[in-house]
């Protein structure tokens, strides 16, 4: 019985593991080994974002099945403010140029436009919270706070849980600034600083989801 | 894609990570402001119709979702650099486990949801039958 020439294509048939390989004539494929960390995590930060992604479109559906639920209550149409809404996706779009910036930055070592970018980003965010804030207590002052229908609870939820990861990413920002200031462009920051990019700009795109199916079709029902 | 390819021996990128064909500052900054522009308008355009009296009314929840999912499709293309060139490959399937994912729990909780309301006695009759 002859043995089967180890064949890097069996081996790894999804070529998880495939690298540049730098010598070798075009067309032979040698096995390099795993991907780079940086791939590697970058790739799992990518799987946790989808999870997240697939959460979010729970509390959608939940949304979406509750929204006519207003138990005699306000329905969307007499309570949402679309400039408010409006703005408030100006800034997060902003803020998600301005995070790319930063991640060009890093590209090119840049420390000075890091931190101008990171914290225009950071206050772009901040001002998107404030904006969602002032619209929850504006909301309850009416007495349309979460207990007061389905379509209310299920509102809440899922502005607020998208809230809470803006809130979170404004925290994991300061910290990337503040271990850039600390530790330099060190190749595991750098990483967690991809990791960040990643989730910010995911957060926009559920926003985007989120200001379509919430407000703009709130307000045209 | 095939074994054997020359693409084949290209690094898989991370997700985010910018194309290699991307030199410099300039071309860099120059495709989140692509994407920045491009989200920019379909933003205000579904601003608009959602407003509007110019389009038909039945017709505009259609025109929000076609305009939320291009502009979904502009964030991954122009800032998180998801491409369909073979170092994207991991990322595009995984997106796609994902999206499939999301179409099922979203249409499946809608049409069970809308299926048991249709079929259900209105509340006030039932009311009135446990009297």
Redesign the interface.
């Known amino acids: 019985m002859t043995s089967v020439p180890f064949s890097s ?1 069996r081996a790894d048939p ?3 593991s ?4 730098g010598h070798g004539h ?2 032979v ?1 040698t096995d390099g080994g795993p ?2 960390k ?2 590697v ?3 799992g ?3 946790f974002l ?2 997240d ?2 959460m979010f ?2 509390f ?3 949304y ?2 509750l929204v006519g639920e207003t138990a005699g209550g306000p329905s969307g149409a007499e309570l949402f403010d ?1 400039r408010n809404a ?1 703005i408030e ?2 800034c997060l ?2 803020s ?2 301005t995070c ?2 930063a ?2 930055a890093v ?2 070592r840049n420390r000075m436009w890091f931190y101008v970018a990171m914290a225009v980003t950071c206050l772009f965010g901040l001002a998107f919270l404030g904006l969602e804030l002032k619209e929850f207590v504006s909301l309850v002052m009416r007495g349309a706070g979460p207990s007061r229908s389905a379509f209310l609870s299920a509102f809440f939820t899922l502005v607020g849980c998208h809230g809470l990861h803006v809130s979170a990413g404004i925290l994991w920002l300061l910290t990337m600034m503040a271990q850039v200031f600390a530790k330099g462009f060190r190749a595991d920051i750098e990483r967690r600083i ?1 990791c960040f ?2 989730f910010w ?2 957060l ?2 559920i926003w ?2 989120l ?3 919430v ?3 709130g ?2 029902r | ?1 095939s ?4 693409q ?11 194309q290699a064909d991307s030199h410099g ?1 300039g071309s ?2 120059l495709v ?2 692509i ?2 522009v491009l ?2 308008g379909l ?1 205000a355009t ?2 608009f ?3 509007t009296d110019l389009v038909w ?1 039945p017709s ?2 259609v025109a ?2 076609v ?2 999912i291009a ?2 499709g502009v ?2 293309v122009f ?2 650099h998801i491409t369909t060139g073979p170092d994207n ?3 595009v399937m ?2 796609a ?2 999206v499939l ?2 179409i099922l ?2 249409t ?3 049409w069970i ?1 809308a299926n048991l309301n249709h079929n259900m006695m209105p509340m006030d009759q039932l009311m009135r039958m446990q009297r």
């Open positions: 294509d999804n070529q998880v495939r690298r540049p390989t075009a067309g494929r991907a780079p940086r791939i995590v970058g790739f930060f990518w799987i989808l999870s992604i697939i479109s729970a959608f559906a939940t979406a099945v679309l409006g996706t100006a779009l902003a998600s140029f790319g910036l991640s060009i590209g090119v991809l990019a990643l700009h995911a926009d795109i985007v989801a200001f379509t199916v407000y703009l079709m307000a045209a | 894609m074994p054997g390819e020359n084949s021996l290209v690094p898989d990128s991370a997700p985010g990570d910018e500052v860099a900054v989140y402001l994407g920045l989200a920019i933003t579904s601003f119709v959602a407003g009314a505009i929840p929000l979702v305009l939320a502009q979904m964030h991954l800032f998180l490959t991991n990322n995984a997106l486990f994902g994912i999301v729990l979203m499946g909780s809608l949801m």
